[in-house]
């Protein structure tokens, strides 16, 4: 460590209200670092050898426009107390003299009871191209940590929070749609709870995989799998109208592929004991200003037919005896997918209007309680049939508009970002059909069937969930030690 002295040091400290041991293995455990990797960084694991007892990680990233490859080797693992892991080749470190810097982390484990734990990040760093590189970017890191950290501490604290409720043995858990938008997240979530996962995919199938196929009605066996989580689905938010063509393969790819599932669980000798199935408020169409409970009509548009559709698909499952939930999220917010890197581009550069008048009610979640919701279903047995799944908080849609500019902008400078509004003629006549579902819909939804059954939701309020997915945290909650190493 002399070699790092008179450098950049940065710390984070958490203490959480479990065992130290629980807290090292959730660390150790198989997608700790993509729970832990901030959705508003361009990181992507590439390539992994081995684990944090000295095992190395290819990390896809970029510095600007400019793509960069971060290496980073794990040494140093000792149980329950640390590991350690340095960049050999990325930002920091390079192979030409004149590229000087360093990174180094440590992650620090302490006991403090049998109940109660403390995790420190160290990092100590230095930048390439002295005293260039430092000037250029010093700032800069020192903002990214802030924020990535802030995050870190957040995830950590809240997976392990909900993975505290479940006392059962390890799930074996099938996934459809893994590399959707919620599916991307929620495997690592399951992984670093210490749950096993096998995403079904279509075509060529890797270690760890099954494979079905929609059209030919094929899918490799599920027996004695604890749960399945059905996502798969055609995306509704294309850039284009909907089509006929469109409008088909979004009923089909979920019809198909919920009636295919469900057919194939209950012909099962040892089925599983429970189909989470991913369904939408679309169910409801446009209420106005109505609060919509589970027990709500049904609408009369395309969507909410389908969303019907969608779920009477599952009936096979439900005869048979197998506890089947119906997720009807709400818009989930997340900068990876879905409606908010749509709004955050125009937002960023000062237009965000009110839609449509902007009275129409959003109800909105983040991502973490999207796939945090789907957890909870799994292992909670009283819980079955159709779940509405949004914040408590819902909010009309120029108040939504207003938020997003109050975060990019700040608060004297937000509200001109939606001061001219988007009439609804405008998006109907650009969008068609999909406008209408996607932005001119009123979905006052009631989340109360979700949080008796025991499911606190992580983000209440939008400015602070937009905040976290982000990184645009507020100054006074970016609690963390920097400094120069003497």
Not at 25 to 42: I, S, Y
């Given at each position: ?15 959480l ?59 140093g693992?000792?149980?329950?107390v ?42 100590e ?65 399951l ?46 938010g ?45 169910y409801?169409?446009?209420y106005?200003?109505d ?36 997720l ?7 900068p990876?997918?879905g409606a ?49 799944v ?9 108040d ?8 990019m ?7 001109m ?10 998006v ?22 979700l ?12 400015e602070n ?22």
């Amino acid at each position: 460590m002399d070699k790092m002295k008179g450098k950049h040091l940065f710390e984070s400290t958490l203490k959480l209200n479990v065992p130290v041991e629980k807290l090292f293995n959730w660390h150790e455990n198989e997608g700790a670092f993509e729970r832990l990797t901030p959705p508003f960084d361009p990181f992507n694991v590439t390539r992994r050898v081995g684990g944090i007892d000295g095992g190395t990680v290819y990390i896809a990233m970029k510095a600007g426009p400019v793509p960069l490859t971060w290496v980073t080797q794990h040494y140093g693992y000792k149980k329950n107390v640390q590991f350690l892991e340095d960049q050999t080749s990325g930002p920091f470190v390079g192979p030409l003299p004149f590229w000087n810097g360093g990174w180094h982390h440590k992650h620090l484990f302490e006991k403090i009871d049998e109940d109660n734990s403390l995790v420190t990040d160290r990092i100590e760093y230095d930048f390439p191209m002295k005293p260039f590189g430092f000037l250029l970017g010093g700032r800069y890191t020192k903002k990214k940590l802030d924020q990535m950290f802030a995050y870190r501490r957040n995830i950590t604290e809240n997976d392990l929070y909900a993975l505290s409720k479940y006392s059962g043995k390890p799930l074996d858990i099938a996934v459809t749609g893994g590399s959707g938008l919620i599916g991307k997240e929620l495997g690592p979530y399951l992984t670093t709870a210490g749950h096993s996962v096998e995403n079904l995919v279509r075509k060529r199938p890797k270690k760890g995989e099954l494979c079905w196929n929609i059209r030919k009605q094929q899918i490799s066996s599920l027996n004695v799998k604890d749960a399945v989580v059905h996502l798969a689905g055609e995306n509704i938010g294309s850039l284009v109208r909907w089509s006929k063509w469109k409008r088909k393969e979004i009923l089909e790819s979920r019809v198909k592929s919920t009636a295919l599932v469900a057919k194939h669980l209950a012909s099962l000798e040892n089925p599983p004991k429970v189909l989470i199935c991913a369904s939408a408020m679309g169910y409801y169409g446009s209420y106005g200003d109505d609060i919509l409970t589970e027990d709500s009509k049904n609408g009369d548009d395309y969507f909410s037919y389908v969303v019907k559709e969608w779920e009477a698909a599952a009936q096979p499952a439900i005869d048979a005896g197998i506890r089947v939930v119906f997720l009807r999220f709400g818009i989930i917010m997340s900068p990876k997918g879905g409606a908010l890197p749509r709004m955050l581009l125009p937002a960023k550069f000062g237009g965000n209007p009110p839609i449509g008048g902007g009275k129409q009610w959003w109800s909105w979640l983040t991502i973490d309680d999207a796939i945090g919701s789907i957890y909870h279903a799994i292992t909670t047995e009283s819980l079955s049939g159709a779940v509405n799944v949004a914040s408590p908080n819902t909010i009309q849609q120029k108040d939504f508009a207003s938020t997003l500019g109050k975060i990019m902008w700040g608060p004297r400078l937000g509200f001109m970002t939606n001061l001219i509004p988007l009439p609804a003629f405008v998006v109907k006549s650009i969008m068609g059909e999909m406008g209408d579902v996607l932005l001119l819909s009123s979905n006052r939804i009631d989340s109360s069937k979700l949080i008796d059954s025991g499911y606190k939701f992580r983000f209440e309020n939008l400015e602070n969930g937009l905040r976290h997915i982000l990184g645009m945290k507020r100054e006074e909650d970016l609690q963390c030690k920097t400094g120069v190493l003497s």
